[in-house]
């Protein structure tokens, strides 16, 4: 059967799935491609069909001359794109996205879903890796969401998105049937790539096509055995250490059975409960300690938000994106009078407390009573530090201090319009 490819069924279309293992050169894209070309051409995949390529298969990582090489990114597309439309079947890898900015470019390590007709989706890679350093000559990606495509919503990842089962998970939760994975994964650890494709199929209760590259490349050697996996945890196909293809039907009855016996995807208990994100300073100390001990970067700031707005929530949404949890050091009723005078705050510390705890970006908040936050931030000595763009970094309060212990001070431009004196004066304005 032939899917018309302007078709996206509700969740998965019988259809199979497959993988090109290569051994990518790096630096040279023809060489690439005619390997994938030849690939396809052994593999010779029915339609519909959805076939996954490794991570950066076209050039390898080459971070000196990304510039250059980002630039071939929209012929290789093409490329792509007249070898699905002679299969009439899907692809799937990832490739360098040049975004030019005001300044100078910024390079994504970005995931393509290319059809007949061109791409279908993209999706940028959230975890870089830092021993690789991969984090300094590429952008993350936010706001992971599954792909729509004819065959149904799938679930990308690059690599090292795959030891982060939040993302799979979440896509799941919003439709998607089929993970696919593109990686440069090291022989060294390949048994936790084996591991970890399994898992993220069996938790998620989807087919999982992983496509990881052969051979060697400097001092890495890379394990290939790619493999895709059928929702209940099966190997439905798996390549040895050197290049292969192979392909199994993904068939949407395994997947409707697999989540009748039990669903593990569909339940979503509420999280714990937020007013515990409300502590002490004894407590915080304790909790950031545990937090710095396994490697997360503790991200502070701090205000007296009265009257919650958008401009706040953009704001902190912001300061949470620098590192890996949120600490909000929150004026008291009695130190907000003394800054701003007897008629304020609008709101009780507790409730503002309240609110500020009921956001995502938010972990920790602590309200203080002295009129600036030093004596918590010395205490916490957080390794970012944050404050609003009316506040210039050198006049930013326990800012010494955080750099004097390696960490980093930034302001973030506040949202335009939004105050809250402007709202107050709003309410308090004569209605018509």
């Known amino acids: 059967m032939v899917l018309p490819l302007s078709i996206t069924p509700e969740l998965l279309a019988p259809c199979s799935g497959g993988f090109l293992q290569i051994d990518v050169k790096l630096d040279d894209i023809d060489a690439n491609l005619n390997q994938v070309e030849a690939g396809l051409q052994e593999l010779a995949p029915t339609s519909p069909s959805i076939v996954a390529l490794p991570e950066l298969w076209a050039t390898g990582f080459a971070y000196g001359r990304l510039a250059e090489l980002g630039k071939h990114t929209p012929q290789i597309l093409a490329s792509l794109t007249q070898m699905a439309a002679q299969y009439h079947i899907l692809l799937a890898g990832s490739l360098i996205e040049r975004v030019e900015t005001a300044s100078t470019p910024r390079y994504h390590n970005t995931l393509y879903i290319i059809g007949p007709n061109g791409v279908v989706g993209s999706y940028r890679k959230q975890h870089l890796f830092a021993p690789m350093a991969e984090d300094l000559h590429f952008s993350p990606g936010n706001n992971p969401q599954p792909l ?44 936790n790539w084996r591991t970890l494709v399994q898992a993220r199929a069996i938790e998620n209760q989807m087919f999982a096509i992983a496509c990881n590259r052969c051979g060697v490349t400097g001092d890495t050697n890379f394990g290939g055995h790619s493999l895709i996996v059928a929702p209940d945890g099966a190997i439905l196909a798996e390549a040895g250490e050197d290049t292969a293809c192979a392909a199994a039907q993904l068939n949407p009855t395994m997947l409707h059975e697999t989540r009748t016996r039990f669903n593990t995807v569909g339940p979503r208990p509420y999280p714990p409960y937020d007013q515990d994100k409300t502590t002490t300073l004894d407590e915080l100390e304790k909790i950031v300690r545990t937090h710095k001990s396994v490697g997360r970067k503790v991200v502070f700031t701090n205000g007296c938000f009265d009257i919650l707005h958008p401009g706040h929530v953009t704001y902190l949404e912001a300061a949470r994106s620098l590192g890996d949890c949120l600490i909000i050091g929150l004026n008291s009723d009695k130190s907000i009078k003394a800054i701003k005078g007897p008629e304020r705050p609008i709101n009780r510390e507790q409730d503002r ?25 010395t205490a916490l000595l957080p390794d970012v530090l944050i404050k609003g763009g009316d506040w210039a970094i050198n006049k930013i309060v326990g800012g010494k201090e955080v750099t004097s212990a390696g960490g980093m001070v930034a302001n973030i431009p506040l949202v335009e319009n939004f105050s809250t004196t402007s709202l107050i004066e709003r309410i308090r304005q004569p209605q018509e």
């Open 353 to 377: 407390a309240r609110l500020l705890a009921s956001l995502g970006c938010v972990d920790h908040v602590v309200i203080f009573e002295e009129d600036t936050p030093l004596k918590l931030i």
């Open 148 to 191: 729509p495509t004819p065959l149904g919503k799938i679930a990308p990842l690059i690599c090292y998105d795959l030891r982060f089962p939040r993302l799979a998970e979440k896509m799941a939760g919003q439709g998607a049937s089929v993970l696919i994975i593109s990686a440069q994964w090291p022989l060294a650890r390949i048994e």
